[in-house]
């Protein structure tokens, strides 16, 4: 049986399409000499990193709230300031926020891919894990708005990727099957292999070439996206 055309491309946000994190880098170096936390730029990095993550994923279950976990965040990564209370937690980050929005672009082949896509009369959509205010306001700051049809962002949703009823609530949204949708991102766990398991099509971009031996479509640019190849690349 042949199957459905693709109708939909359904990309990730952060690392997809934007630089997320570039813009993390650029702007966690400069704050943490700032907070008086010691370490070269790569330690930095390396450990706002590892501490963001577990944190963003209890959010992402929902045992958290977006801005408690951004307290937490910072609270961990500067223990030696006195952030207990929240407001003091809020002004802290505010201090690394400002920077890390000022830091966002898009990557080179973003937008003249969605513009491609859009021109062969496929409809261009966002699946993001990031909280439905912040990740507008990223749309509006590096000129994707105007570029997408659709975004759904699973803070609005009952859980995030790779989780079955994120994408169950986000093929609801699309009002196509599932088999029409093509899922495109660069985590193999949330974007591409969540996406198979609820029954869309996916590619992995693989900008570093971190994953040579995954066994699923891969690119490196999305200059490569062809949304109608199906299998393996």
Request: glycine share 6%; with cysteine; proline share 5%.
């Amino acid at each position: 049986m042949t199957p459905p055309k693709i109708s939909t491309v359904l990309f990730d946000l952060d690392d997809t399409l934007v630089d997320q994190s570039g813009a993390a880098r650029a702007a966690v170096v400069p704050w943490a000499a700032e907070l008086g936390v010691a370490g070269t730029p790569s330690e930095i990095v390396l450990r706002w990193t590892t501490i963001a993550e577990p944190h963003y994923r209890r959010y992402q279950r929902r045992e958290v709230t977006f801005a408690e976990q951004r307290r937490a965040r910072v609270r961990e990564f500067a223990p030696h300031l006195k952030l207990a209370e929240d407001e003091a937690a809020d002004a802290a980050f505010t201090a690394y926020l400002t920077r890390y929005e000022g830091a966002w672009v898009c990557f080179d082949d973003a937008i003249p891919t969605c513009r491609r896509l859009r021109a062969l009369g496929l409809r261009i959509a966002i699946f993001t894990d990031g909280e439905q205010s912040h990740q507008q306001l990223k749309l509006d700051l590096v000129g994707l708005r105007e570029e997408v049809d659709l975004m759904i962002c699973s803070s609005r949703l009952p859980a995030g990727k790779p989780d079955l009823r994120a994408f169950g609530a986000a093929v609801s949204r699309l009002g196509v099957p599932a088999a029409e949708i093509l899922m495109v991102g660069d985590s193999l766990e949330k974007d591409v292999r969540g996406a198979l398991d609820a029954g869309l099509d996916a590619v992995l971009l693989d900008r570093h070439d971190e994953h040579p031996d995954a066994q699923v479509r891969r690119i490196r640019t999305l200059d490569a996206l062809n949304p109608w190849s199906r299998g393996q690349a």
